[in-house]
């Protein structure tokens, strides 16, 4: 069983970056639109699927997801579009020199 990283776009346009074990991403979705969950996405609803990943081995999965939940507003927005060379861009450090 592998495991999905995916990201909500919330009625208050932030995002929520979150997993879900299985292979079907609908029934998470769900939950979060109908209040299952108590955190970020319960008083931010509706929610909706802008982006997601499927990853065969959990751990990575799990560090994909701790990986983009520290990204900018910016670097998220790039991703929703799959737009790589944005992304990089994003991914240079800030006041340093590129190696």
């Known amino acids: 069983m592998g495991i999905y990283?995916?990201?909500l776009r919330c009625a208050d346009n932030s995002f929520y970056v979150g997993s879900a074990t299985g292979h079907d991403l609908s029934p998470r979705i769900g939950q979060h639109n109908a209040g299952a969950y108590?955190?970020?996405?319960f008083t931010r609803r509706?929610?909706?699927l802008v982006w997601s990943q499927y990853f065969?081995?959990?751990t990575d999965g799990i560090a994909a997801e701790r990986q983009i939940?520290?990204?900018s507003r910016k670097k998220k927005q790039a991703l929703i579009k799959s737009d790589w060379s944005e992304i990089s861009r994003l991914a240079r450090r800030?006041?340093?020199?590129e190696k």
């Open 5 to 7: 990283v995916y990201m």
């Open 94 to 97: 800030r006041g340093g020199s």
């Open 69 to 71: 939940k520290g990204w």
């Open 56 to 58: 065969d081995r959990i």
């Open 38 to 41: 108590p955190g970020y996405t």
């Open 46 to 48: 509706p929610v909706v």
